[in-house]
């Protein structure tokens, strides 16, 4: 079992920039594709962020050039630097691993989910 923890989350002001991280346990996830999931009120949940096992990455059209997803194998944590956030970026933003070292964006194909961390941004 892989137990994901996120934090980072908060309110700010639109053009400003957070830092997620999302700290896995219970198993090491160097192997997995691990991706990042946000939802809005009223609103699917989608995929933003996908880094597979080797690193190789991969963005929504809706965050391309201003969300960066990186890993660290050593500490098992997963990240997501956002910068130039905009209010339609408010959301619970979710961390997912998935068991197999290839990212896809259907969210039923990830097995493991963080709590949420909310993240706000005001115009």
């Known amino acids: 079992q892989v137990q994901l923890v996120e934090s980072g989350g908060g309110s700010v002001q639109a053009g400003g920039s957070l830092g997620l991280v999302c700290a896995a346990s219970?198993?090491?996830?160097?192997?997995?594709?691990m991706g990042w999931f946000r939802q809005a009120p009223g609103k699917e949940r989608e995929g933003i962020a996908t880094?597979?096992?080797?690193?190789?990455?991969s963005y929504a059209d809706a965050v391309k050039g201003r969300f960066t997803i990186s890993k660290d194998n050593a500490k098992n944590t997963l990240y997501l630097r956002m910068n130039s956030l905009k209010p339609e970026d408010t959301a619970m933003y979710y961390c997912?691993?998935?068991?197999?070292?290839?990212?896809?964006?259907?969210?039923?194909?990830?097995?493991?989910w963080g709590q949420g961390t909310q993240v706000t941004v005001s115009s």
């Open positions: 880094i597979d096992a080797y690193g190789i990455t």
């Open positions: 997912a691993a998935r068991q197999n070292w290839a990212c896809f964006w259907n969210a039923q194909e990830y097995v493991y």
């Open positions: 219970g198993h090491t996830v160097s192997s997995y594709c």
